[in-house]
C-alpha cells in the first residue's frame, strides 16, 4: 500500500526518478548516467519538431502505436516474469540450518541437533541486498515505462482523430500584432507543438528504457545463473 497521499502514478514517477539516481549498491550515479535518457531525447525531439513543420504522417504513427502495444505487452510480461524469478518473499520462521548427529559410546545412544544458522557470509549478504535493490528498481522501472507508453498511444490517437488540426503546417505562420485572433492562433500552434513534442519524446523514452531494462535483466539472470 503507498504511504503517500499523492497519487499512484506520482509515487512511480517519484520512485523512478529515485532508481534512476541511485546504483544497484544504494549509491549515487554520475550526471550523465542520472540524466541519460534527457541527453539523448531532447536533442533528437528538437531536432524532428524543427524539421517535420506539417507533424507526424498517418504511416508513422501507425507504425508507432504498433511498436508501443508490443513494448507495453513486453513489460507487462516482464513484471510477470520478475514476480515469479525475483521475488523471494519474507519468512522470519525460515532459515538455514545444520543437522549435527552424535553416538554416545557410553549407552550406544544417537544424539541428533538442529541448530540454526544465523551468521551469513559477507558476500552473500551483499548479493541478496544488490538482488532486492535490483528487483525494487526493476518493477518501478517497467511500470513507468508501461505508463509512459499508455500516455504516448493515447497522443498518438488523439493526433489520427484530429489529423487535419494537428497535421498543420507551422513555418507558413508569421509574427503577427497581438489580437483576439492572433493569440487564439498561437493557443492553437502552441497545443500542436507540445503534443509533437510528447509523442516524440514519449517514442524515445519508452526505447531507451526498453534498452537499460533488458540489458540489465539479462546482466542480473547471468550473474544469478553463475551463482
Given at each position: 500500500?503507498?504511504?503517500?497521499?499523492?497519487?499512484?502514478?506520482?509515487?512511480?514517477?517519484?520512485?523512478?526518478?529515485?532508481c534512476e539516481t541511485l546504483d544497484i549498491n544504494?549509491?549515487?550515479?554520475?550526471?550523465?548516467?542520472?540524466?541519460?535518457?534527457?541527453?539523448?531525447?531532447?536533442?533528437?525531439?528538437?531536432?524532428?519538431?524543427?524539421?517535420?513543420?506539417?507533424?507526424?504522417?498517418?504511416?508513422?504513427?501507425?507504425?508507432?502505436?504498433?511498436?508501443?502495444?508490443?513494448?507495453?505487452?513486453?513489460?507487462?510480461?516482464?513484471?510477470?516474469?520478475?514476480?515469479?524469478?525475483?521475488?523471494?518473499?519474507?519468512?522470519?520462521?525460515?532459515?538455514?540450518?545444520?543437522?549435527?548427529?552424535?553416538?554416545?559410546?557410553?549407552?550406544?545412544?544417537?544424539?541428533?541437533?538442529?541448530?540454526?544458522?544465523?551468521?551469513?557470509?559477507?558476500?552473500?549478504?551483499?548479493?541478496?541486498?544488490?538482488?532486492?535493490?535490483?528487483?525494487?528498481?526493476?518493477?518501478?522501472?517497467?511500470?513507468?515505462?508501461?505508463?509512459?507508453?499508455?500516455?504516448?498511444?493515447?497522443?498518438?490517437?488523439?493526433?489520427?482523430?484530429?489529423?487535419?488540426?494537428?497535421?498543420?503546417?507551422?513555418?507558413?505562420?508569421?509574427?503577427?500584432?497581438?489580437?483576439?485572433?492572433?493569440?487564439?492562433?498561437?493557443?492553437?500552434?502552441?497545443?500542436?507543438?507540445?503534443?509533437?513534442?510528447?509523442?516524440?519524446?514519449?517514442?524515445?523514452?519508452?526505447?531507451?528504457?526498453?534498452?537499460?531494462?533488458?540489458?540489465?535483466?539479462?546482466?542480473?539472470?547471468?550473474?544469478?545463473?553463475?551463482?
Open positions: 500500500m503507498c504511504k503517500y497521499r499523492h497519487s499512484f502514478i506520482y509515487y512511480v514517477f517519484s520512485k523512478a526518478r529515485e544504494n549509491r549515487k550515479k554520475t550526471f550523465v548516467q542520472r540524466n541519460g535518457r534527457y541527453l539523448f531525447a531532447y536533442p533528437i525531439t528538437f531536432f524532428v519538431l524543427c524539421t517535420l513543420s506539417e507533424g507526424f504522417s498517418n504511416d508513422f504513427l501507425q507504425l508507432g502505436a504498433s511498436i508501443l502495444s508490443i513494448f507495453i505487452g513486453l513489460f507487462l510480461t516482464a513484471l510477470v516474469f520478475a514476480l515469479d524469478k525475483f521475488y523471494i518473499p519474507t519468512n522470519n520462521n525460515l532459515g538455514d540450518y545444520k543437522l549435527g548427529v552424535n553416538e554416545n559410546e557410553m549407552n550406544r545412544n544417537i544424539e541428533i541437533s538442529i541448530d540454526k544458522i544465523e551468521s551469513q557470509n559477507a558476500q552473500e549478504k551483499l548479493w541478496q541486498k544488490q538482488s532486492l535493490y535490483y528487483v525494487q528498481k526493476f518493477n518501478v522501472l517497467v511500470g513507468k515505462s508501461v505508463i509512459i507508453g499508455i500516455w504516448a498511444l493515447a497522443l498518438i490517437c488523439l493526433n489520427v482523430m484530429y489529423d487535419s488540426f494537428f497535421g498543420e503546417k507551422l513555418d507558413k505562420y508569421t509574427i503577427a500584432p497581438i489580437t483576439i485572433h492572433s493569440f487564439l492562433l498561437f493557443l492553437k500552434l502552441l497545443l500542436i507543438i507540445v503534443v509533437r513534442f510528447l509523442i516524440c519524446y514519449f517514442v524515445i523514452e519508452v526505447f531507451y528504457n526498453t534498452i537499460g531494462i533488458i540489458s540489465s535483466m539479462v546482466n542480473f539472470m547471468s550473474v544469478r545463473i553463475k551463482k
